[in-house]
């Protein structure tokens, strides 16, 4: 038996009090635990206590809110060893011969979040270890519940409560041997989480069973619906049936649900009495499958999986998920369809369920390339990208020609910051097939990055021929301008991409003015009015609207290409551009008032969440919460959208002054300008921070953007920019240390 006598055992349950009574009696199961507990309000008759499970009484939990507070502030009474583990009814002990001493080393370890940045995947509550030390430090006021109580300690807190109390969370290598949630692992770990992973742990009969005590609430949750599903993937029938129609029973009209059940029951009823290539039953001597198994078959795995293919080729989605299960449901380990189902969470914006799926088919057939190089698609949307550098090494190992599969692994290398590895993938993916648009813009990027400029500059005409460019850029009928003179003729600069790049490139402007250009320029709406202060730019219009007239055009990000400009000398004389004077005078009154005596900082600190690439260069404001402590400061949001509503769960969020001046950006540079100093993420804010020639600290991801190169804390782009980058991905912690580290010598200087 496996001695745990410094641990206590504790669920916390006053809903699904059976259910929770069997995750501890099971995590008992060749366990010796100091002690063994369930807080509960009170036991509902005909509930039997196995032997060793202690009841204490608490007050019923109405929400998960106070699930979540009574386990971040109320644990300390009830917990006397050195750590506590935590289980839900929902997860469990499953392996005790995986327990290893070193957990005991850790203050917190859970199963591996891969949707938190680097640095905060460690992690998932619902089965956890947590020391007495950690449960102390929790008690700090500074620390509320923010979200879920694992998330409020394994990602909003974790920086405080690393860096004041010297909480050691386990590595992701050990939360991997401890427990799995969302993707199950090669070996079996101590424990997991998820009522969708019961298929994995819990036997079939078993299963079938337990779906009688499910209560109405877990019928009705999507975690339910997903077992259903993961049953059905796995050819597990009867369990499916009894969970579909346990569910059903709360959920009447859920068509999915239905159509699952049935898709059970059809595949119950046929399934073969033997293996097809066993004797037949009926004693006739003959296989299986060319006897009884033969008559009246339904179509085959491999016919399923083909059909299924031919409508996703199509775009019929939903059709072809249909039939890649009904193959998984005749052969639960189909290689073609176990990939394309992970192919099709993926195209959904589903990584986390694509991976086990794509996993598990290249481990089925190694040999085929393209499982390997769709596996590195998934690794390299979930920050994986030495694994995915490793997938793709694979895949052209098996096939050293396939120019997408160069070009990924050129992606992956260019993420790692490793250039010269990534320019030489590229160039091979275009050597293989020269009209690959991807490929000469992902080489553009990285020569641009690596500071070859001339060749980057030609690479990046590229972006014009690529879908998903050519939406954005509006083309004029005129002639194309290409260096040559140009005195006396009107050029129209027409605006692309984001808004920071049209920021950073309308520097140009002047440039070409004084050439004896007259220059008019179509932007995004919001730029408009701030544009039309900028030297050399004689006239704007908002995209979209007819063109003003002119002789010749130009995409605006373009114009670096032709005027040859290098990686040493970027010119543009600072500022270049300029607030509204009225507008500004009017900001800077109000907020000199608001600040009194102290430092005026501007803080951004995310992009367009919806977009993956701002998402990664996007800094959660609970990261940034220690520098609020710095005396001196009065801090005011330059943050747009959806982030905004951070402020609220984030202590000290409130000294962030909020004004209704950024309407536009030219309410927005009002408010920079008036600024001493601005801290943004790599955002349009810091190139407008920038080009107004603004005190600006940018946080930058360990691989940032092309323009700020992979080294260096200046910019030739900016000359007042300092740049923080993250050490490792992820890694905002070290970023924001740093950048505290700076403030307070910068607020004792100012």
Known sequence: MLDLSNITLIGIDTANQTLALRALAQSRAGIQFARTLLLTDRLSAGIDVPDGIEIDTIDALESREAYSNLVLKGLAPYITTSHALLVQWDGYVINPLAWDAAFLDCDYIGAKWFWQPQGCRVGNGGFSLRSRRLIDALQDSRITLSGNEDLTIGATFRPLLEAEHGIRFGDEDMADRFAFEAAYPIAKPFGFHGLFNFCRVVPQDELAKLAEQFSPAIARSPQLLQLIRNCIALGQWQPAIGLARRRLTALSDDAETQALLQQAETA???????????????????????????????????????????????????????????????????????????VIAYQRGRPVDALPFLERAAQLSPDEPEFHNNLGLVLVDLDRHDEAIGAYRRALSRDSLHATAWNNLGLAFTGSNRLLEAIEALRKAIVLRPDFGEAHWNLALALLAHGEFAEGWREYEWRLVLRQFAGLVQRPTTPRWSGEEIAGKTLLLTGEQGLGDTLQFIRFAAQIAARGARIVVQAPAPLARLLARTSGIEQTSVAGDPFPAHDVHLPLLSVAGVLGVDATAVPAAMPYLRADDELQRTVASEITRIAGGARKVGLSWAGALHSTSDRRRSCPLAFLAPLFDVNGVAWFSLQKGDAEKEIGAVPNGARLVHLDARNDFDGTAALTAAMDLIISVDTSIAHLAGALARPTWILLPFAADWRWRVEGSTTPWYRTVHLFRQPRRGDWASVVASIRTALIEWVGHS
């Open 268 to 342: 119950a009823r046929t399934a073969p009495a033997a293996a097809r290539n066993d004797r037949c039953p009926c004693g006739s001597g003959k296989r299986f499958k060319h006897c009884h198994g033969a008559i009246g078959a339904a179509l085959s795995a491999d016919d399923l999986a083909q059909r299924g293919l031919g409508a996703h080729r199509r775009g019929d989605i939903d059709a072809a998920e249909r039939d890649y299960r009904g193959a998984l449901a005749a052969s639960p380990q189909h290689p073609l369809a176990l990939h394309y189902l992970g």
